[in-house]
């Protein structure tokens, strides 16, 4: 019955995920978007929650995952969405002061672009927004946080090759001194070649 309780609670979580590349506006229109009574946005991108939950790695120093894998629907196991809906339904406790009972989950996680087909069968309800913003915008912006970040916590991203089973890619990160000997340096950043953002 327990299990059963459980499906039936991830089935009926119904969130909203807005998405689109690093730097494109996520953050702005998430802030945006939870200032209607009825939306509860969760800053930041629960990358924590979607790594220690569900079992989602996200590179980033909040996670300490150095992969941000691709996603498919055959990658979702059982009890991972109800696990992931019982930890989205705390953040919200957490963050919905004023919030009505029914209002709505909204997640902004650039890093679930490459993850859709599996957000996709964990929140069968679930809807989503993508934004876009010129690309010459997006890769100057993503070259600043890249600086910005390895100068505050000595991150070093890599993007990563593409690969014939799963072409979907997303950053890796690194959070030594130095970038690992095996990244081919042009595509770590800072430092690299702009044409891997753009």
Request: glycine content about 8%; aromatic content about 10%.
């Amino acid at each position: 019955v327990r299990g059963g309780e459980a499906r039936m609670t991830a089935k009926a979580f119904a969130p909203i995920f807005l998405v689109g590349t690093m730097r494109s506006g996520t953050t702005l229109l998430a802030d945006l978007l939870g200032r209607f009574p009825d939306i509860c946005y969760c800053p930041f991108e629960l990358k924590e929650t979607w790594s220690k939950a569900g079992g989602v790695p996200m590179a980033s120093p909040r996670t300490g995952d150095m992969v941000c894998e691709p996603g498919r629907a055959s990658d979702a196991r059982p009890r991972q969405a109800a696990a992931l809906t019982g930890a989205f339904r705390k953040k919200m406790a957490d963050h919905g002061a004023g919030k009505p009972e029914g209002a709505l989950f909204l997640n902004k996680n650039p890093h679930l672009c490459n993850k859709l087909p599996l957000v996709d069968a964990l929140f069968p309800q679930g809807r989503y927004i993508w934004i876009h913003r010129p690309l010459p915008q997006v890769a100057a912006s993503q070259l600043r946080l890249f600086a910005k970040v390895q100068k505050d916590r000595v991150v070093w991203h890599s993007w990563p090759h593409p690969r014939k089973d799963r072409l979907a890619r997303c950053w890796q990160a690194s959070f030594e001194p130095q970038p690992p000997a095996d990244w081919e340096r042009d595509r770590v950043f800072p430092g690299g070649d702009i044409r891997w953002i753009s």
